[in-house]
């Protein structure tokens, strides 16, 4: 039997997948690691206080180290492409709120909770070379990984996305998108880097049936 089909996601947020280039990665990377060596200016940059993280350490990125590195510029180019292909309409606008840097350790976790602003995202610089054992061999391991979720689970709507972490990868979702990060047990840094950001008012308005 021949069907014509097409796929229709009329309901929940979606998410969008990138690679932050490299050399923005090493950059960043760079920055931290001088950062976390001088403890006056570690200190200053401190961030955990604002943030729902029991981690070792959340650094608040300075707005010249995210103009210098690329990454405002790559920000705010996967926001314009995230939007257009969702509203078929062009920000003119992106107002980075704030990014930091979340610096996981052993045991270490982060409850689920949500971002403020219009969108947010998570991407990976720095992961151990694996997360540890999991202790029920016959379920898949969550260790350090990821969860979003949207809603209650239905049928053929299910209401957790789990992503294994990878260095370079980057996500994008909106702001009020619920999420958690799991514990691992092994040595090593899970160091990914977050942000909150607004883009046009009214484009954000039309998401929800009506313009301003």
């Not at 840094?189 to 942000?195: K, Q």
């Amino acid at each position: 039997m021949d069907i014509k089909y097409k796929l229709i996601k009329n309901f929940g947020p979606s998410i969008f997948a990138a690679k932050i280039p490299e050399d923005i990665i090493d950059k960043l990377n760079n920055y931290v690691d001088q950062l976390v060596e001088d403890q006056k200016k570690s200190r200053q940059q401190n961030y955990g206080e604002n943030l729902v993280g029991d981690v070792t350490q959340e650094i608040k990125i300075d707005q010249n180290t995210i103009k210098e590195t690329g990454w405002l510029k790559f920000l705010a180019t996967c926001t314009k492409q995230w939007i257009e292909l969702e509203t078929k309409k062009k920000i003119t606008q992106f107002n980075l709120k704030q990014s930091w840097v979340v610096r996981q350790f052993k045991n270490e976790y982060n409850p689920n909770h949500y971002h403020s602003g219009h969108l947010s995202g998570v991407g990976y610089l720095t992961l151990p070379k694996n997360f540890g054992e999991h202790k029920n061999k016959k379920k898949t391991s969550t260790n350090g990984n990821i969860e979003l979720i949207h809603g209650s689970r239905m049928f053929l709507a299910p209401s957790q996305f789990r992503i294994v972490p990878k260095v370079g990868k980057f996500y994008l979702f909106p702001h009020y998108l619920m999420h958690t990060v799991y514990p691992f047990n092994t040595e090593g840094e899970r160091r990914s880097i977050s942000f909150n950001a607004e883009v046009d008012s009214s484009i954000y308005a039309s998401t929800y049936g009506r313009e301003t």
